[in-house]
């Protein structure tokens, strides 16, 4: 089993740039493919980004490409993302997950473990 703690996120204006961190306990944190989604109000949790258990691929979500940076060290058991270019419509609270059964996804469904979230504004 796995527990996911995220943080770093806040308050930022349009353009600004944020890092989010999601620290792993528990064993074989090298066994889980990564995942960052995001859920803003009355929408449904969207895929955001994702790495290979050994960090080497990542995949985005067009709406992030080229704006937005996942990456983990395996040595401390944590996740990250980048995220630069801030826009309002990134508005959401941020999830970041845990997958053992696949390389890497984009559906939230394949994810077995999940943080409980935190939450990025950026305003206008």
């Known amino acids: 089993q796995v527990q996911l703690v995220e943080s770093g996120g806040g308050l930022v204006q349009a353009g600004g740039s944020l890092r989010l961190s999601c620290a792993a306990s528990?064993?074989?944190?090298?066994?889980?493919?990564m995942g960052w989604f995001r859920q803003a109000p009355g929408k449904e949790r969207d895929f955001v980004a994702t790495?290979?258990?050994?960090?080497?691929?990542?995949y985005y979500a067009d709406s992030v490409k080229g704006r937005f940076t996942m990456s983990r060290d395996n040595a401390k058991n944590t996740v990250y993302l980048q995220m630069n270019s801030l826009k309002p419509e990134d508005t959401a609270v941020y999830y970041c997950?845990?997958?053992?059964?696949?390389?890497?996804?984009?559906?939230?469904?394949?994810?077995?473990?999940w943080g409980q979230g935190t939450q990025v504004t950026v305003s206008s």
């Open positions: 528990g064993r074989m944190f090298t066994s889980y493919a």
């Open positions: 790495i290979t258990r050994s960090g080497t691929s990542t």
């Open positions: 997950a845990a997958a053992s059964r696949m390389p890497f996804s984009i559906k939230s469904k394949e994810y077995d473990y």
